[in-house]
């Protein structure tokens, strides 16, 4: 069981999201992993705090490859991704105001305390370029993966692939996320491992 610490910052005034239901709470985890084989685990921690809600689960490198090499992807393609660890990600705001998703301010956390590196869409458009891997495959690719920022309204999802340097051992993501309202919401999860990437 992985524990979840979930903390609060109002920059103004506390927001007291309405608590109505919604079909996404249950299914927008299942949306944002749908993509994947049914190798994939579900997801390893969901958080359902303020009017957010938060789905991580890490991805299986069989998985991911056999998706993306079902996609006709190239072989030194597939070679970049198998050395990939990949965190899937679902978000939903129930809040009334805007939630932004901005990777630039997650982090990954290493057990030894070292930073865990993300690789971002621009490193990834550089490989491809650098390989000159097909349009077609790179506009997939890009597909799957979780915006590097996205300013979610009221009832809107998001979901996709987060990209990092595959760490030995377990590691922990901190992420912060900004509200219309000036909250600042911020969200640790621990114990997460990458599922059999290369190093």
């Known amino acids: 069981m992985i524990n979840i610490s979930f903390t609060l910052t109002d920059s103004r005034h506390r927001h007291k999201a309405g608590r109505f239901p919604s079909v996404w709470t249950i299914c927008f985890p299942a949306l944002f992993l749908f993509w994947l084989p049914t190798t994939a685990q579900t997801a390893d921690a969901r958080i359902v705090r303020d009017g957010m809600v938060l789905s991580i689960g890490m991805r299986h490198a069989e998985g991911v490859g056999a998706f993306y090499a079902a996609r006709g992807f190239p072989k030194t393609m597939l070679e ?3 050395q990939t660890c990949f965190v899937g990600v679902g978000l939903y705001n129930e809040r009334r105001d805007t939630l932004w998703l901005e990777l630039a301010n997650w982090r990954f956390t290493a057990a030894d305390g ?3 590196r993300r690789i971002t869409r621009p490193e990834w458009d550089a490989r491809w370029q650098a390989m000159n891997a ?6 997939t690719f890009d ?3 979780l915006p590097e920022s996205r300013d979610l309204q009221p009832g809107e999802p998001v979901g996709g692939n987060v ?3 595959a760490p030995a051992g377990e590691f922990s993501l901190t992420a912060r996320f900004r509200t219309g309202s000036g909250e600042v919401l911020e969200v640790t999860v621990p114990g997460l491992r990458c599922q ?4």
């Open 80 to 82: 970049a991704i198998g």
């Open 114 to 116: 070292r930073p865990v």
């Open 134 to 139: 097909p349009y077609a495959a790179r506009a």
């Open 143 to 145: 597909w799957t993966q």
């Open 163 to 165: 990209a990092m340097l």
């Open 196 to 199: 059999e990437a290369g190093p």
